[in-house]
């Protein structure tokens, strides 16, 4: 996120995303350090009439966190609140970075179970648009909450957890910050492990033929097709105990070079540069995929859990992702190249394959359903509606649900039929903030008004 006190002669703060997509100009940014300083903010807001939204790291690429009222950022709200080392469950303020996380759990031996590409998000941002790593024994985020503090639109600071306020419990763990403040947050942890990563090109007709098996063989696999390519890279994670010795080289100690060169050469630099030329020359874009695909070297490795998902991403750019049945993963894929190639667009971004298994979380993209993620992305400098509409087409044809925080372009009639627990939602937040305090257009948008 940047933002910018009263940028460009403008009296107001701006805030803009990482992507670059969402500008807003809110009437006032605040950052409180106590959950009694954000209930008194809550209550200003309530008393003029205002509206108030709640700002993590911007990494969202929709709009979900602008508004022209009232942001506020809980930066300074972080770190850990308690740990229950037999439960393994550990309290932390909301406001926590998860790239902060692996530091604060390592004095107790613990980590998160999974982790999405990235670590810079908040806690509450990535709960509240329904944030997932890869893993069809794992869940995102969201299913991992075990209890919750939330500041609602009338100023009480309410803790909630399956027998406290069962049903705001359940829920406030993914509202994109419709039902209030979330200024803690309970999660349940594991014991601290390390991943055995394997790397390889596969055939894009093996990817797909083999998806339900190596999702239901291999802890953790995560797929990446530039399209016209041929091959896909697949990334497969192991969870092994940590330090486990292995014959695989340890992550931290590859030398600099390798590790720069392992970095930048899809992920970042080669990235930006492949796309670079691919808009210099569009109709050279498919040999300049097959080239970049034959870049990507077969390697294992090992290392920490958080050091081997997380990677650092450097090249701007707009995702829409979709979640459909884990079933129809395999043929829906084989739809979205024959959408893509069919076209001809010079799209010179990797599409994106995950899994993730059912959890109980109502709005969660993945509720009652085993699933299978297909993400799709355009380089910052190049339009992407006409292509993300045209595997949209595909992609809610399949009874595909979007990613909260990415772009997509579906409404309430829409998400109501894909969410068997919408209209209970709705009920929930008509409880709670009947005024919209922590409305915006967009969140009307999406719940309606
Ligand atoms: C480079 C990049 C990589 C990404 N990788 C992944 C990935 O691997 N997997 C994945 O699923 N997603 C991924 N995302 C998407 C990202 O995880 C989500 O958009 C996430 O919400 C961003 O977290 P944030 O802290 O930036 O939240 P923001 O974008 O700032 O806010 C998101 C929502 O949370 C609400 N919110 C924030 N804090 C609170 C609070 N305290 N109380 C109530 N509501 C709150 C906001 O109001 C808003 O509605 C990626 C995004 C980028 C830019």
Redesign the pocket.
């Known amino acids: ?1 940047r933002f910018l006190r009263g940028a460009a002669g403008s009296a107001l703060p701006r805030f803009e ?3 670059g997509s969402v500008v807003a100009h809110p009437r006032s940014f605040r950052r409180p350090t106590t959950a009694g300083a954000v209930a008194g903010l809550v209550a200003d807001a309530a008393a003029d009439g205002e509206t108030l ?9 929709s709009p ?2 602008a508004t022209d009222g009232h942001l506020v950022s ?1 930066d300074a709200l972080a770190g850990i609140v308690a740990v229950d080392a037999a439960a393994k469950t550990v309290r932390f303020r ?2 926590t970075r998860l790239r902060d996380i692996p530091a604060l759990l390592e004095p107790y031996g613990l980590s998160l179970p999974n982790q ?3 670590d ?3 806690l ?3 709960l ?6 890869t893993g069809l024994g794992f869940t ?1 985020f969201a299913g991992l909450v075990t209890a919750l503090q939330l500041v609602t639109a009338d100023g009480r600071v309410r803790e909630l957890d399956p027998t406290r306020e069962p049903e705001l419990f359940d829920h406030a763990r993914l ?3 419709a039902l ?4 803690e947050i309970e999660l349940q942890c594991v014991d601290a492990f390390d991943l055995v990563a394997d790397e390889a090109r596969i055939p894009f007709d093996e990817m797909v033929e083999t998806l339900e098996d190596r999702a239901r063989t291999c802890d953790h696999v995560d797929y990446y097709w530039f399209p016209y390519a041929d091959e896909a890279l697949a990334k497969s994670n192991t969870r092994v105990p940590p330090g486990a010795a292995g014959p695989y080289p340890d992550v931290r100690r590859r030398p600099r070079l390798q590790r720069l060169l392992a970095e930048e050469m899809l992920d970042n630099a080669g990235l930006g540069l492949v796309n670079e030329l691919s808009r210099a020359v569009p109709a050279a874009t498919p040999r300049i995929n097959r080239f970049a695909t034959v870049l990507a070297s077969n390697r294992r490795y090992r290392g920490p859990a958080h050091e081997v998902f997380v990677s650092p ?1 450097r090249v701007r ?1 707009r ?1 829409m ?1 979709y979640a459909v049945p884990f079933a129809d993963g395999a043929e829906v894929l084989r739809e979205v190249r024959a959408a893509i190639e069919s076209s001809g667009r010079a799209v010179a971004f990797p599409l994106e394959v995950r899994t993730a298994g059912a959890d109980d979380v109502p709005l969660s993209t993945a509720t009652g359903r085993d699933s299978v993620y297909i993400a799709v992305h355009q380089y910052h400098a190049v339009e992407e509606a006409g292509y993300f509409r045209s595997v949209e087409r595909v992609l809610r044809a399949a009874a595909g649900r979007p ?1 909260w ?2 772009i997509h372009s579906l409404g309430a009639e829409d998400l109501s039929a894909l969410y068997p627990r919408f209209d209970d939602f709705v009920r929930v937040r008509d409880a709670v903030d009947p005024g919209r305090l922590f409305g915006s257009r967009y969140l009307t948008h999406l719940f309606g008004s």
């Open positions: 996120m995303n990482w992507s939204r709640v700002v993590g790291a911007g990494h969202s690429f979900v966190a809980l909301a406001g999405g590409d990235i810079e998000q908040s509450a941002g990535a509240s648009t329904g944030t997932h790593g995102g509202s994109v910050g209030g403040v979330l200024t991403r750019f995702e992702e990613h925080g990415k």
